[in-house]
């Protein structure tokens, strides 16, 4: 038996309730996801808690004879609820939570090469009474760079079992096992008064002190390393060639991916035809559903590529630092270094972004972040802004070898979102969300190698969501859209495409947008993406899909046949600044609980977006 619960154990009254529900906390930068993950073995589900939008993630661990949920709280470091985070957390664990039954043991997650910090958040947990199991994680790398703890002591100290382990190693976790088979109530200890942060931070100073804790000593690299990423001048510079690099790649590497999985779709469906009877049913796989969603998945390579580097700067621990270099820019707008971090998050999606600005403690600078958080460019714009660009602006290097002009093009626009939700963060906190500058405190996380098995995961995530908004939400919408360019029947014909319904409706539409140097079509595929933003490839692959004229040729072909280049650029910008996604929407409404916000969001953003692209098209227009 492990030592280190043995001597517990020995001071305890045996539990005789059996585990089934147990609550796994830690600060954040702790590990607690990596070993979330090791313990569930994937086997996970994600949802909200009611009535709030904080998510909540539980998994099934499984033990001989029995199956354990364990729910995956917030990271926090206290349990004063200030925030939204910690408000979740203290709820589930005082069992205050609707729909969660209150848990029957706690693993408390500490990273044990910040020890003395971390272990605040040990006071407040073990005062619940609950059975609670200390795992130090990343003792691997404690003992590799000289660190030190005396566990037996730290368990006396603490009057809880305690266990070194390593979730990336996957080693010291049987003593989970153990514990969840024979957990016991803390011992009794003197604790501060958990209310108080001061206090709490003392104690945890002294119970460090007394358990002969060695803090590892930082790699001298380390220390160099953060003088350069972190200077007022080489930092910012570094973080703009690591993005170039990024964008650059996307379309050096992802853009050959995607041409190769777009031929292999389009010869799919080509072998497929002849199968297939000539009539209604062909027009609707081939015409309908087949291009509408497959125009869209040839994208997926790029985005899993683009993700790829979010995964690997955001667990080498280089994001973080970046969000200090932000702070910067953040304060010079009236926000802190905590925007940042949802603001970088909305890169992959404005929805948990908004999610994420629940950690900014001043009502009006969270109000700001969810009111600019849509302006950042979603992994949503990808799949037009790829196609765009590579339909209308020939690749050339700009800088050598290391930056082409379509990578450029992209850079930019993810640019002009940036400062755009910048103006407008420095508009709403010069007026009516002006408020004090509270300080910014981050922890920055050690430098480490991203694994194989995190960088997978991320990735099999978001490849799975993309191919199901793909085979969801898409393929409805190009479904109507190819019922609608079916309508009115004549004489059980369909009609020609000028002559359907959809586009009497593209037609209505059509004076509004023609300034922006769109056609009816456009239009169309403007309305459709106010679903969801990539909703646009696919209803434009279905339109011309239909139309004659265009059946043959690829959808990039298909735009150079009805866009100007002038066109195509403001199609660009417009898509860079509008607001054109139901969910954003929706989450935006039920974090400020009134519909005023998301209204205000978007007739603000509709509207910058059309003066922006029609601007833009008149410029253009003039210097050809």
């Known amino acids: 038996m492990n030592p280190l619960l ?43 808690y009611p009535g709030i939008t904080v998510e909540q993630h539980t998994g099934v661990m499984a033990l001989p004879g029995q199956e354990i949920t364990i729910v995956d709280l917030p990271g926090v470091y206290g349990l004063n609820p200030y925030s939204e985070d910690e408000r979740v957390a203290v709820n589930v664990l005082n ?80 003593a989970v096992g153990r514990f969840l088979e024979c957990a016991n109530s803390p011992i009794k200890t003197t604790l501060p008064i958990v209310q108080d942060v001061r206090e709490c931070r003392k104690w945890a100073a002294r119970v460090a002190s007394e358990s002969d804790y060695r803090p590892p000593l930082p790699p001298t690299w380390s220390r160099r390393l953060d003088d350069i990423l ?14 170039g690099a990024v964008f650059q790649t996307v379309f050096g590497l992802g853009q050959p991916l995607s041409n190769a999985l777009q031929d292999l779709l389009t010869d799919m469906g080509q072998k497929a035809a002849p199968f297939i009877a000539n009539g209604f049913l062909r027009s609707l796989l081939l015409d309908g559903i087949w291009k509408g969603v497959t125009s869209v998945l040839v994208f997926l390579p790029q985005i899993l590529v683009l993700f790829l580097f979010i995964g690997l700067l955001e667990d080498s621990g280089y994001l973080a630092r970046a969000a200090l270099i932000a702070d910067r820019t953040m304060s010079f707008v009236g926000l802190n270094g905590k925007a940042f971090i949802p603001l970088l ?14 950690t900014i403690e001043n009502k009006r600078d969270r109000l700001a972040t969810i009111l600019i958080a849509p302006f950042m460019t ?80 991320r990735l099999m995530d978001r490849g799975r969501v993309f191919v199901q908004q793909a085979g969801t939400v898409i393929l409805l919408v190009s479904l109507l859209v190819w019922g609608l360019t079916n309508l009115p029947l004549h004489q059980c014909q369909p009609p020609e495409l000028e002559d359907s319904v959809v586009a009497h409706l593209g037609h209505l539409i059509e004076p509004a947008i023609r300034p922006l140097g769109f056609n009816w ?16 490839v696919g209803t434009l692959g279905t339109l011309y899909g239909r139309d004659p004229q265009t059946r043959s040729v690829s959808l990039q072909s298909a735009l150079q046949h009805d866009l100007t280049f002038s066109g195509a650029m403001a199609l660009l910008v417009f898509f860079a600044f509008a607001m054109q996604c139901t969910s954003t929407l929706a989450v935006v409404r039920r974090e400020t609980n009134s519909w005023m ?11 910058v977006a059309f003066l922006a692209a029609l601007v833009v098209h008149e410029t253009l227009s003039v210097l050809n």
């Not at 147990?22 to 600060?27: D, F």
């Not at 972190?230 to 993005?243: E, T």
């Open 6 to 48: 043995q001597i517990v154990a020995s001071s305890t009254t045996r539990s005789q309730q059996q585990i089934r529900n147990v609550a796994l906390i830690g600060p954040p930068n702790s590990g607690k996801t990596t070993l979330f993950n090791r313990l569930t073995n994937l086997r996970q589900k994600v949802g909200n």
């Open 95 to 174: 069992g205050n939570m609707d729909g969660v039954p209150r848990p029957e043991a706690v693993l408390l997650v500490l990273d044990a090469t910040n020890l003395t910090r971390h272990l605040s958040l040990a006071a407040p947990v073990i005062a619940l009474g609950l059975p609670t199991l200390a795992l130090l994680n990343m003792g691997d790398l404690l003992t590799r760079r000289s660190g030190s703890i005396d566990a037996v002591k730290l368990a006396g100290d603490l009057g809880i079992p305690v266990a070194i382990v390593s979730a990336t190693m996957g080693t010291g976790l049987e």
């Open 230 to 243: 972190l200077h007022k001048v080489w930092g910012p510079l570094v973080f703009m060639i690591v993005v």
């Open 345 to 358: 998050s909305a890169y992959s999606c404005a929805v948990p972004a908004i999610m994420a600005s629940r």
């Open 378 to 457: 979603c992994s949503a714009r990808l799949p037009i802004y790829t196609l765009l660009i590579a339909a209308f602006i020939p690749e050339r290097p700009v800088v050598g070898p290391f930056l082409g002009s379509r990578a450029l093009a992209m850079l930019l626009l993810y640019v002009l979102g940036f400062v755009a939700a910048i103006g407008t963060a420095k508009m709403l906190k010069s007026s009516v969300l002006k408020s004090m500058p509270a300080p910014f405190v981050l922890e920055l996380p050690e430098y480490r190698c991203p694994t194989l098995r995190s960088v997978g995961l």
């Open 521 to 536: 079509k456009i239009g169309v595929g403007l309305l459709t993406s106010v679903v969801a933003r990539e909703v646009i």
């Open 597 to 607: 916000w998301p209204a205000i969001q978007f007739f603000y953003m509709t509207g």
